[in-house]
């Protein structure tokens, strides 16, 4: 695991951020692993005000979403759908059709998790997964208690993870499942980078760095991945001391 430790929020998502760049500039049909919420909306903002200079390079590249509510219509207000539409493809005009969303619309007949593995299979697999994490350690939607070789399923959100993201849904409408990749599915990315910023993150990367490979902080198995880098902002490294 390396660990990279922005001298601000800016710095930490540059960081990031330059890593996407330069994954699609050297390798224009790469395939590369999106995730949503808070944390990467300064680093997609990021990349579609470099990335107009290449984007060239992006009409080649194809992205998988990490994960999907289950229940919302596509183009719910607060969709991973809508989000990424709003956020990279209609300011960088690339096409949906560059885009695999989880399959939500399969949910009922027990074959979306089947399906959506058989596309990254099909497409090579992912090159470069981006990562957050939730305060309870969750990557995409695994939840603590997720297992290791866990594969795309349907998941139950946990009480602090819809706490977590109830201010995008009204009162009682937020979802209770989702679509999300498994843990095995994220460790087969061939590089992952995970961002955290600040301090609600801090005691989630305290652990993981701590710990391994332990069930109730998901994000601690990212640390057997031979290509793993952390990539933090001060207030999400403040409870961790880093030797140099
Ligand atoms: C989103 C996802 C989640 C988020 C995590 C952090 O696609 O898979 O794991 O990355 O919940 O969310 P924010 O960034 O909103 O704190």
């Known amino acids: 695991m390396r660990v990279i430790l922005g001298q601000s929020t800016k710095e930490a998502v540059e960081v990031v951020t330059s890593m996407v760049l330069e994954r699609i500039i050297s390798h224009p049909t790469s395939v ?13 903002a990021e990349i579609v005000k470099d990335a107009l200079k290449a984007k060239t390079f992006f009409d080649k590249a194809f992205f998988f979403m990490l994960d999907e509510y289950v229940g919302l219509k596509d183009d719910h207000p607060s969709s991973f759908k809508t989000y990424i539409k709003t956020k990279l493809i209609d300011p960088l005009k690339l096409h949906e059709s560059q885009f695999a969303f989880p399959p939500v619309h399969l949910v009922s007949s027990g074959s979306a998790g089947e399906h959506y593995e058989q596309l990254i299979k099909e497409a090579g697999g992912i090159d470069l997964q981006l990562l957050g994490i939730g305060i309870n350690g969750h990557i995409g939607f695994n939840e603590p ?22 201010r995008h849904f009204g009162e009682g409408l937020m979802p209770d499942k989702a ?6 599915s994220i460790l087969d990315a061939k590089h992952l980078v995970l961002l955290a910023t600040g301090k609600s993150k801090a005691d989630a990367i305290k652990y993981v760095l701590n710990h391994h490979d332990d069930p109730s902080c998901p994000a601690t198995f990212l640390k057997s991945h031979p290509y793993f880098t952390l990539v933090l902002d001060p207030d999400a490294a403040s409870k961790i001391s880093l030797k140099i």
């Open 179 to 184: 679509l999300s990749m498994g843990i095995g």
């Open 32 to 44: 590369i692993g999106l995730a949503t919420g808070k944390t990467m909306e300064p680093v997609y």
């Open 145 to 166: 208690g997720s297992l290791k070789e866990s594969r795309t399923r349907i998941v139950e959100l946990t009480p602090e993870t819809k706490e977590a993201n109830k």
